[in-house]
């Protein structure tokens, strides 16, 4: 299989840094191909704009979706984006790798997924929740939290918030994984790796490992079917004019 | 009242800044004072790492919220940040105003939440939720979706998802605005304004208006009491070593 990490973290001696290494080795180890893209490391750009195009097609009025059908139909990504969305196509299974960051994920893999899932080569024109573009691909979340286990899960939950962990992951889950039509693996979650001493380090890298290589003999939960609901047009939304 | 309006969208003639626009001149109109961080016309940069800080707390390990807290009592925060944060302080009202990508805030304000709200000035060490650092301030999302409202709402929903908009404003209701303490106020959904005609948009953008000037009068929903767990300790979590 081919494994896909876009790894969000700053750093490299981090947790997070530890998880992707160690299941890197074991995967390779195991004959599978893996592609991480260490988005701090490359300087990737969260930022989406005209800078995700080489094309324009309204030169006068910067509508994202517009201008990624357009870079679609006419091979007009920027080489950044073009190169990760060559990734994505390559891989069965992607990885979230991050630390919980404001409830989500860090504004550089917000970013990723706000630039390289473009409309029409991601999603759009009917392709979406079940009969989705990434329909072939399987994903998973990998994170880090900064607070302990009992904050994020019922019946303490967070300040009234149950469970809260369900609500932090909907978003990602249901808003970028499913809507574009992948299968969705058990999350993986390292509660408060800053308060483990070596040992319980060590022995949650072993568990995250363990945990990835069952979750690879999984189908993963499937996407929703897509209700009936007008597909997206291209109406020029100038409302100042 | 001094209102402060976190604006995130690439398009100056988009709907988000005729959203933006209008709500400037009524409320200056009305006597309120009004500042406005227009993050792409900015540049803002949305990656949080080291450049936050002209400090240094510890140079051969990242951990931002060590950093953060060190940067608070030293005068470290980069001037990107800094001023941020004084627009921040010497606000009454927050407004978010952003399109919904992907169930979420645009990277660039996902960013602007990550990199300004720092460990030490705006959280941390007991301040939170009931007890938060910005417990003087409300807020507000103002916010424009790309699908209509059908898809948002109870029954219909988002492919199961009931009601969606309520877990699509989670994080930042719950996970940023109550985290800091702040009062949330009723947030304002322009419903796919890309498929409304001129009227209907001229209609929208005085239902806005007059929604924001009646959210002005209220007194928000108060953040729920921080149950009481540990506060964040500074292990050092070098998981590699």
Redesign the interface.
């Known amino acids: 299989m081919n494994v896909f990490i876009v790894h969000a973290h700053?750093?490299p001696?981090?947790?997070n840094?530890?998880?992707t290494?160690r299941v890197t080795k074991e995967l390779e180890a195991a004959g599978h191909s893996v592609v991480v893209s260490d988005l701090?490391a490359m300087g990737f750009d969260?930022?989406?704009?005209?800078r995700n195009f080489t094309t324009v097609a309204e030169g006068d009025?910067?509508?994202?979706?517009r201008e990624e059908q357009h870079a679609h139909e006419n091979s007009g990504f920027a080489p950044d984006i073009a190169g990760e969305m060559d990734k994505l196509d390559g891989c069965d299974v992607l990885i979230f790798q991050y630390p919980l960051?404001?409830?989500?994920?860090?504004?550089?893999l917000?970013?990723w997924?706000?630039r390289v899932?473009a409309m029409g080569r991601m999603y759009g024109g009917g392709k979406w929740?079940d009969s989705g573009a990434l329909s072939s691909k399987r994903c998973m979340v990998a994170m880090t939290t900064?607070?302990?286990e009992?904050?994020y899960v019922a019946p303490?939950?967070?300040?009234?918030?149950n469970p809260p962990m369900s609500?932090?992951l909907?978003?990602?889950h249901?808003?970028?994984f499913?809507?574009t039509g992948m299968r969705v693996l058990e999350p993986y979650i390292a509660w408060s790796?800053?308060?483990?001493d070596?040992d319980q380090?060590s022995n949650t890298?072993d568990d995250y490992a363990a945990h990835l290589m069952a979750q690879l003999e999984q189908e993963g939960a499937a996407?929703?079917?897509?209700?009936e609901?007008?597909p997206?047009?291209?109406?020029?939304?100038?409302?100042?004019?």
Chains 1, 2 share one sequence.
């Not at 303490?156 to 918030?161: P, S």
């Open positions: 700053h750093e001696q981090s947790f840094g530890a998880m290494a701090h969260p930022v989406s704009d005209r009025y910067l509508k994202q979706q960051w404001w409830f989500g994920m860090p504004a550089i917000k970013g997924v706000d899932l929740f900064g607070g302990p009992p904050r303490e939950g967070y300040e009234g918030l609500a932090i909907t978003p990602v249901h808003g970028v499913w809507f790796p800053a308060h483990l070596a380090r890298l996407p929703p079917v897509a209700a609901f007008p997206p047009t291209f109406v020029r939304a100038k409302a100042n004019a």
